[in-house]
């Protein structure tokens, strides 16, 4: 395997613009090359018919237009939800999952097509519930191969992402240098042009990183995995809160909170004997108040080798009920893609226990 080429994908129009004024040519051949990787989709330099031969020879012995490959897409029977899982350049493997716009009456688009990426090989933070961490971490993506996950969805489901979530494997704000790179990419208009208040960071509760994203100052969604409303039950199920235990994290998300544009989400997957008991869910619902969040309810979805039990649906209306008493914003999500291996990890888990 040779040696891996950097990519085009991680440069927004001003840094392509200071790339190739380095290499000798003027502003406007930074707008061609934009217009060929964005507007195009091209995958080859050869197609950039309107660039001199020489640049393009320049530009394809120092870069690749595809950091990825897709290898493998599995859809689920209900709702048409696809997980994609594709070979970086050094042979390791990362997955994403396509989530497609909701049909309501009429025919009409209720939702938008979106799009969980992933920001690490595997992932060290080692949450209890989650199949990314059981094979280890392995290293952190670079901005190009983020983005190079958006342009594969969008060839794959022939259609454009419009909502995105950073929610697959990894935490996102352990690898917040190539997370806001890339989102500066995302971001351009000129480039993917996602909007922010169609974009949301997950997060374990990295607080350093949380700090990094709130400097850049773009009105981005934030999604917290809670999954515990006190230290006890956070640390049994997500060792990160040893490292930023629920003392440093709510602090943290309370200055989110006042100087974000959206309320935040609190991610809570519910599991039998350990976090889905009803006094587990006034102790939430405090937390909620306290932060003026919403809460996403997600009934714990099976992974193999992992001992953890879903509870009964009638445990999780149960639960569900009390927040909405106490007035806290309340969703219950159910995994679409169960049938997939869904889960963020499992995909790559068959693929690399396999080799």
């Not at 191969?145 to 494997?169: S, T, W």
């Not at 039950?233 to 994290?249: F, I, Q, T």
């Not at 006042?258 to 004997?273: A, F, P, S």
Request: aromatic fraction near 6%; proline fraction near 4%; glycine fraction near 8%.
């Amino acid at each position: 395997m040779g040696a891996a080429l950097d990519s085009l994908l991680e440069y927004d129009r001003a840094a392509l613009v200071e790339l190739l004024g380095s290499l000798g040519h003027k502003a406007f051949r930074a707008t061609q090359v934009m217009e060929w990787v964005w507007r195009h989709r091209v995958a080859d330099f050869s197609a950039m018919t309107n660039l001199p031969p020489g640049l393009r020879g320049e530009l394809a012995a120092r870069f690749t237009l595809r950091p990825l490959e897709v290898v493998e897409v599995s859809e689920s029977a209900v709702g048409s939800t696809r997980k994609f899982l594709s070979r970086l350049q050094d042979g390791h493997f990362v997955e994403s999952v396509i989530i497609p716009a909701a049909v309501g009456r009429g025919g009409a688009h209720s939702s938008r097509m979106t799009l969980c990426v992933s920001s690490q090989v595997g992932c060290k933070f080692g949450c209890r519930f989650c199949a990314s961490g059981l094979l280890g971490f392995t290293r952190n993506l670079t901005a190009s191969e983020i983005v190079a996950q958006i342009v594969a969805a969008e060839e794959i489901a022939g259609e454009r992402v419009d909502n995105l979530v950073f929610m697959g494997m990894g935490e996102p704000l352990d690898n917040v240098d190539n997370l806001l790179r890339a989102l500066t990419v995302i971001l351009d208009q000129q480039a993917l042009g996602i909007g922010a208040r169609h974009i949301t960071v997950s997060t374990s509760g990295n607080v350093p990183g949380l700090r990094r994203l709130a400097a850049f100052g773009r009105p981005l969604r934030l999604a917290v995995s809670l999954h515990g409303a006190d230290d006890a039950v956070r640390s049994r199920v997500m060792p990160v809160n040893r490292k930023w235990p629920l003392g440093e994290l709510l602090p943290a998300l309370r200055e989110w909170s006042r100087t974000g544009k959206h309320m935040i989400t609190l991610e809570y997957i519910l599991i039998r004997d350990v976090n889905a008991m009803l006094p587990e869910a006034y102790k939430l619902a405090a937390v909620a108040r306290d932060l003026d969040a919403k809460v996403n309810l997600i009934p714990y979805n099976t992974v193999e080798g992992l001992p953890w039990v879903r509870p009964s649906e009638e445990e999780c209306r149960a639960f569900c009920r009390v927040l909405v008493r106490e007035h806290v914003p309340v969703t219950m999500r159910y995994e679409k893609g169960h049938d997939i291996n869904a889960a963020c990890g499992q995909l790559r888990l068959r693929r690399e226990s396999r080799l």
